[in-house]
């Protein structure tokens, strides 16, 4: 099946060669890209390019520089930041881009085409047959063992029929989704640089059956209902330590392959956030710059923060090579350490931190008093996209951290 789908991505390309520039530079302006993905769905987003070396990703709200952008032979490759995906493309004479999306570590392969000067995510038909803005208790793969899944659907809705917001789970959100509800179809969709989701539904003005698409190789029904009380259960509660432990310890490399521990005089006596993460985790980027921009803040105060990654890098070197990445684009100043290389499987995560009960999520974040004892443990990550969620977890975080410094 690869074989064939390598074929079909060598024709698509050379099928444009002959059409395409002689000056082979990115048009700038504003592109409609997509990718195509089972079922006959494609999944788009808009991006502009304001230079030949730069350009921005929309979603809703969310703006996403793209600063890495290498002109090599006929092809244009667009390095996604932080994230190690990226887009290969040609440019054709009419300054369209068609190529693919490219997820190395995870051997995945996305057809990919951008239209230049269309601006237009869905397109809009007969109106918004409903308002759905508001709270939607959600399920996704309901009655599935082992796959089902509790959500918050958080929607806002213009008149146009714009539709924005995010599904919240037990284990972080799925970012910026932006799209519309014409008539009784709703359609969302973001990418990242990471992740490239499509939400699709079919909708009253009290429940929703849809299908929640990734990439092209994943997708799974879900079903909600307007709920304005629903509530998630408590981040606090899911991630705690098995019987008989009260403290935490460990010792990774970091980038430099010396081992660090929390035994090491560094974190001696000191208030410890222990942040379990990935590079290739969307959600963790997201809390590593907030983390980053408060430990710069605060270090004088007794605080330290020390980060487990887990990657899916095939090998250390990379796997270094992507940390040192994500340390030097976001401004992390405090230790990444490489905990797992070669796959982000939670139960092997869980092997290498025994003392927990589970990781149940990427990001998850442990809080260590400055005796050592584990006081607190926070499983996943309500960003920026969550809106007021965010902002309650900024308050709680702030409050707990100011309470264990004053011990």
Not at 42 to 51: D, Y
Not at 319 to 344: E, H, M, N, T
């Amino acid at each position: 099946m690869r074989y064939i789908f390598g074929l079909l991505v060598l024709g698509l390309l050379i099928s444009c060669k002959n059409h395409t520039k002689d000056n082979n530079q990115l048009e700038l302006g504003t592109y409609r890209a997509w990718l195509p993905i089972q079922d006959n769905q494609e999944i788009p987003f808009i991006f502009k390019v304001e230079s030949k070396n730069k350009l921005k990703i929309f979603n809703a709200e969310e703006e996403i520089m793209v600063d890495e952008i290498e002109y090599k032979n006929d092809s244009v490759y667009i390095n996604l930041p932080v994230f190690k995906d990226y887009l290969v493309v040609k440019i054709t004479e009419e300054n369209n881009l068609i190529g693919y999306y490219i997820s190395p570590d995870r051997d995945r392969k996305v057809p990919f085409q951008a239209i230049h000067n269309d601006s237009i995510r869905f397109g809009t038909g007969t109106g918004a047959g409903y308002n759905i803005e508001g709270i939607w208790e959600t399920v996704f793969s309901k009655g599935v063992e082992g796959d089902e899944y509790m959500a918050k659907g958080v929607f806002k809705q213009q008149d146009d029929g714009k539709v924005t917001g995010t599904f919240r789970t037990t284990t972080g959100d799925y970012r910026y989704l932006e799209g519309v509800l014409d008539g009784t179809r709703l359609k969302l969709s973001t990418f990242d640089g990471a992740h490239a989701f499509l939400f699709t539904a079919t909708v009253t003005d009290s429940t929703m059956q849809g299908t929640f698409y990734s990439g092209n190789h994943w997708k799974e029904p879900f079903e909600a209902k307007r709920n304005e009380n629903y509530e998630l259960p408590s981040a606090n509660t899911l991630t705690y330590l098995k019987e008989g432990y009260d403290s935490l310890d460990f010792v990774f490399p970091n980038t430099s392959d010396e081992l660090v521990g929390l035994k090491d005089d560094r974190f001696k006596d000191k208030v410890v956030v222990v942040q379990i993460m990935g590079t290739w985790c969307p959600n963790c980027l997201d809390e590593s710059r907030y983390y980053a921009d408060f430990y710069k803040k605060n270090k004088d105060k007794n605080l330290e923060f020390i980060a487990l990654a887990f990657e899916y890098a095939k090998d250390k070197e990379t796997a270094f090579s992507r940390i040192d990445r994500l340390q030097s684009k976001i401004g992390i100043d405090y230790p990444v350490l490489l905990a797992q290389y070669g796959g982000a499987d939670k139960s092997k995560a869980q092997e290498k931190l025994p003392m927990l009960n589970h990781v149940l999520s990427y990001p998850t974040s442990i809080f260590i008093d400055k005796k050592g004892k584990v006081r607190k443990i926070h499983t996943g990550f309500n960003g920026p996209a969550t809106g007021d969620k965010y902002i309650e977890f900024k308050n709680e975080f702030e409050s707990f951290i100011s309470e264990l410094l004053s011990e």
